[in-house]
């Protein structure tokens, strides 16, 4: 079994910062993609960053500049800097991964979800 435990999200004023952590554990074999996704209500849930095992990084357009995504891979961890905060990027954030539990399988897993509220 795989576990992904989101941390890190709260409520913060307009133009502050707030830094995401997911944990991954159990039976790891290895760990491909690592993304962090959000949704609000009504919508649909959003791409906000993507990192590969090898540290490359996508973002979604309208993020890039304020947002950085990282991973440490001996932690098994991935981690979201969130600066300049919007009252717009209130959401709840989730994080995700393609996990390989053994040679041949490989399985998406998301956590919870957490929090985040900027307020104006």
């Known amino acids: 079994q795989v576990q992904l435990v989101e941390s890190g999200g709260g409520l913060v004023q307009a133009g502050g910062s707030l830094r995401l952590s997911c944990a991954a554990s159990g039976s790891i074999f290895s760990i491909n993609d690592m993304d962090w996704y959000r949704q609000t209500p009504g919508k649909e849930r959003e791409l906000v960053a993507r990192i590969t095992s090898g540290g490359r990084t996508n973002y979604a357009d309208s993020l890039k500049g304020r947002f950085t995504i990282s991973r440490d891979n001996a932690k098994n961890t991935l981690y979201l800097q969130m600066n300049s905060l919007r009252p717009e990027d209130t959401a709840v954030y989730y994080c995700?991964?393609?996990?390989?539990?053994?040679?041949?399988?490989?399985?998406?897993?998301w956590g919870q979800g957490t929090q985040v509220t900027v307020s104006s």
């Open positions: 995700h991964a393609n996990i390989k539990t053994s040679v041949r399988f490989e399985y998406s897993y």
